[in-house]
């Protein structure tokens, strides 16, 4: 089955930096790839993602990168300010079938203001 | 504003108590998931319903039982927990497996 490994596990930047977070994934299947954003105490809510046949997308401030020869894919984001501290998740499935998502172990980021 | 509800928000139970956990989702999705969120674990999926079968169970213990009787609402049933069990447990949707889950707001579930 997929394995996604995410990092770094926690990220501490000074508000108006970039922050970058990176995942990998090992089954080269895997064509759907989300990034969800948890607030303390809500629930996950999804924030940008990315299909295999592009290699980047942008949001405002947010963007993904994709490798799929690298098989790694990463959250991107600038100028950075207190409300985007929060956990950020990545998830990687083939999207056919009935598969569900895998999911990162989760980078919890802090906005120093 | 979510489009996937769950109830209750909060639960504690004693480890021989019978409860369940519920949701709902009104999106029009066809598979619906439930999640374990715990410190060791951040985001751990149970179990994985399309069209109201349930379609992988991640080797969860059988004092968890699910309940999909259609594709709109999802039982979570949990019987003789153990302390670990302890966690906040998050009902997902989707169309067809396909992109984004929408989560609910999870159960705070506390066993004593």
């Known amino acids: 089955g997929e394995n996604v490994e995410q990092h770094p596990s926690t990220l501490s930047v000074q508000e108006g930096d970039s922050a970058v977070i990176k995942c990998t994934y090992s089954?080269?299947?895997?064509?759907?790839f989300p990034w969800y954003k948890q607030e303390l105490g809500k629930r996950p809510q999804l924030i940008i993602d990315i299909r295999s046949n592009v290699g980047e997308k942008k949001d405002q401030r947010i963007a993904v990168t994709l490798n799929k020869t690298a098989k790694h894919f990463s959250l991107h984001i600038t100028e950075t300010q207190p409300e985007d501290s929060a956990v950020y998740f990545c998830a990687a499935k083939v999207d056919t079938g009935r598969r569900a998502l895998t999911f990162g172990s989760g980078t919890r980021l802090q906005v120093q203001p | 504003e979510t489009g996937v509800t769950q109830t209750p928000r909060h639960l504690v139970m004693g480890m021989t108590n019978k409860k369940s956990l519920k949701c709902e989702q009104h999106l029009g999705h066809n598979a619906m998931y439930w999640y374990k969120q715990s410190a060791k674990k951040p985001l751990e999926l149970m179990f994985v319903?399309?069209?109201?079968?349930?379609?992988e169970n991640n080797s969860v213990p059988s004092r968890f039982s699910p309940e999909c009787p259609n594709s709109s609402h999802l039982f979570l049933h949990l019987h003789t927990l153990q302390p670990e069990d302890s966690a906040l447990y998050l009902c997902?949707?989707?169309?067809?497996?396909?992109?984004?889950?929408?989560f609910g707001d999870g159960t705070r579930l506390s066993i004593l």
């Open positions: 997902a949707s989707s169309q067809d497996h396909g992109g984004a889950q929408h």
């Open positions: 089954d080269s299947a895997s064509n759907y």
């Open positions: 319903y399309s069209l109201e079968e349930r379609v």
